[in-house]
């Protein structure tokens, strides 16, 4: 059973700083394509970054120059460094992998379970 696990979720103030991990757990072979997503409340989750196994990486608009998503393929663990908050960054912020294979089975858009970042004003 393949699993993303979230960590370093918390509450900053406008202007600080936070670093997110997501590590995937079993058997696995290799990751495609990981990213970071976020849900603010009463909003869609929306994509945040993504970055393919040989490092090519996408931003939004709105995060470009703060944030910086990278990835560990030896230890399957994915980051998010995120510089500048401000309080309109506030949501939970939910790993994906749009392709893990294993030796036995390919999991196709697999999820973490959300870790809350707060930043107040």
């Known amino acids: 059973q393949v699993q993303l696990v979230e960590s370093g979720g918390g509450l900053v103030q406008a202007g600080g700083s936070l670093t997110l991990s997501c590590a995937a757990s079993?058997?696995?072979?290799?990751?495609?394509?990981m990213g970071w997503y976020r849900q603010a409340p009463g909003k869609q989750r929306e994509l945040v970054a993504t970055i393919t196994s040989s490092g090519y990486t996408n931003y939004r608009d709105f995060v470009k120059g703060r944030f910086t998503i990278s990835r560990d393929n030896a230890k399957n663990t994915v980051f998010l460094q995120m510089n500048s908050l401000k309080p309109e960054d506030t949501a939970v912020y939910y790993c994906?992998?749009?392709?893990?294979?294993?030796?036995?089975?390919?999991?196709?858009?697999?999820w973490g379970q959300g870790t809350q970042v707060t930043v107040s004003s």
């Open positions: 994906n992998a749009d392709r893990i294979s294993t030796g036995l089975q390919t999991t196709y858009n697999a």
């Open positions: 079993g058997s696995i072979f290799s990751i495609n394509t």
